[in-house]
């Protein structure tokens, strides 16, 4: 964490957010940073209160979408955290404390994997039979130009930069035109608000609700309107753990039963397995980008899964442009993790 965060112009402005609140009794504690410019400290006064501020430098991150988003999830009937006070144009936001107890903490501690996995499928059923026609003009859209610009994270920091793999434009090109022929198969079903980034470590067990509720939802300030199947895979293809084959089915099967709207299972399919090549892809540059741009290599222990994952979702034909690009000009011995820092060409 940067001094700013700790000592400097930023904590003193955060703190002096937190005393006009009305949080001046509180004392302040940094909790573990993500791949973001987000920061995040819990407030603890002296009767047991607790709180959240989440700071996000202006000139790095926009606290609006979470306030937007948040806002149509609390809607919906599902749990997020309460907005307690905001200073939009500073980037601080203060926020309900919803505890600790992370699905990835909870797994580790032993809850039953079944239940939580089950209970998160199906706020997804639910997500998925949501109108979205009222909040278009609130949400950006994932347009195939969103989706190609993440794809081509692969190329350009995982194989050029952490590899060092020499790729010329015209093969960058190609591998660009392989992903615009398969996006039309990514469209099947219906569009929804999609979250992104659902997985264990941005949802949260809450015992004291119910049903829905019952799941915590955190980390959605990147929600887009786009294809149905685009959480269902950041849920069951997690490049954080391996999910057992019964749970992934009995997942699937329950969120179909939910959401009845979907009635072309077979595109549905083929639209996760091409959302599924696509976020591992994306992922794997992002997380190389993450090691060579920033010296974070702490995310440099998931590209193993998420090569497997990706080649798994190949077995889908429509994949098949994306599937030759990668047998012609990613040899097998690139298809691993990369060395902390990349290396040069």
């Not at 904590?11 to 920061?39: K, M, Q, T, V, Y």
């Not at 060092?164 to 190609?174: K, M, Q, S, T």
């Not at 298809?335 to 290396?343: F, L, Q």
Request: aromatic fraction near 10%; proline fraction near 5%.
């Amino acid at each position: 964490m940067s001094d700013s965060f700790v000592s400097g112009p930023r904590a003193l402005a955060r703190r002096a957010f937190w005393d006009a609140a009305g949080w001046s009794d509180a004392s302040e504690n940094a909790l573990a940073a993500d791949a973001s410019f987000r920061r995040y400290f819990r407030l603890s006064r002296p009767d047991g209160q607790r709180a959240i501020v989440m700071d996000a430098p202006p000139d790095k991150e926009d606290v609006r979408p979470f306030v937007d988003i948040a806002e149509i999830l609390k809607g919906f009937g599902y749990s997020v955290p309460e907005i307690l006070a905001a200073d939009k144009e500073a980037g601080f936001l203060l926020l309900e404390d919803l505890g600790d107890l992370t699905y990835t903490r909870a797994l580790a501690a032993g809850h039953e994997e079944r239940e939580l996995y089950c209970l998160a499928g199906d706020l997804l059923g639910d997500l998925a039979q949501r109108d979205v026609s009222e909040i278009r003009d609130r949400v950006p859209a994932y347009s195939d130009e969103k989706l190609l610009e993440e794809a081509m994270r692969f190329v350009d920091w995982y194989l050029r930069k952490a590899h060092g793999l020499a790729i010329p434009d015209d093969a960058r090109e190609e591998y660009a035109e392989a992903w615009r022929s398969v996006f039309p198969a990514a469209r099947s079903g219906p569009e929804v608000l999609v979250l992104r980034d659902f997985h264990v470590d941005n949802m949260m067990v809450l015992s004291d609700r119910r049903d829905l509720a019952a799941c915590g939802l955190l980390d959605f300030q990147d929600a887009v309107i786009g294809p149905a199947s685009y959480d269902l895979v950041s849920l069951l293809q997690d490049c954080r753990r391996d999910i057992s084959t019964a749970i992934v089915d009995e997942v699937s099967a329950r969120f179909f039963e939910s959401a009845r709207n979907i009635t072309d299972r077979e595109g549905f399919v083929r639209s996760y397995h091409v959302l599924g090549a696509q976020r591992h892809l994306k992922n794997i540059g992002g997380f190389a980008r993450q090691s060579v741009l920033l010296g974070n290599h702490s995310y440099l222990r998931f590209i193993d899964r998420m090569w497997r994952l990706t080649m798994e979702n190949f077995s889908d034909d429509a994949l098949a442009p994306v599937r030759d690009w990668i047998e012609k000009h990613v040899p097998d011995d690139y298809r691993v993790t990369p060395p902390p820092g990349g290396r040069a060409p």
